[in-house]
């Protein structure tokens, strides 16, 4: 529910340009629900979030609350 809220609820998001950027594992679309949009975007235009994308950086990004250099 927290990924078709999250990309289905936005304009911006659910783009299908933006949505063919995204990767297809569930796990880190749920852990991408967890940024803030406008931060969600920034990674998507930067090229830190792509199909290929299969884990996101570890525990040290959680720490600082983004998992994202952004």
Do not use: H
């Amino acid at each position: 529910m927290a990924i078709a809220r999250t990309f289905g609820g936005s304009q911006e998001l659910s783009k299908p340009t933006t949505l063919s950027l995204l990767p297809s594992e569930y796990c880190v679309l749920y852990e991408l629900t967890k940024l803030p949009e406008d931060k969600l975007e920034i990674a998507l235009a930067e090229g830190w979030v792509r199909p290929e994308t299969r884990n996101l950086p570890g525990e040290e990004r959680r720490q600082n609350g983004s998992m994202l250099p952004i």
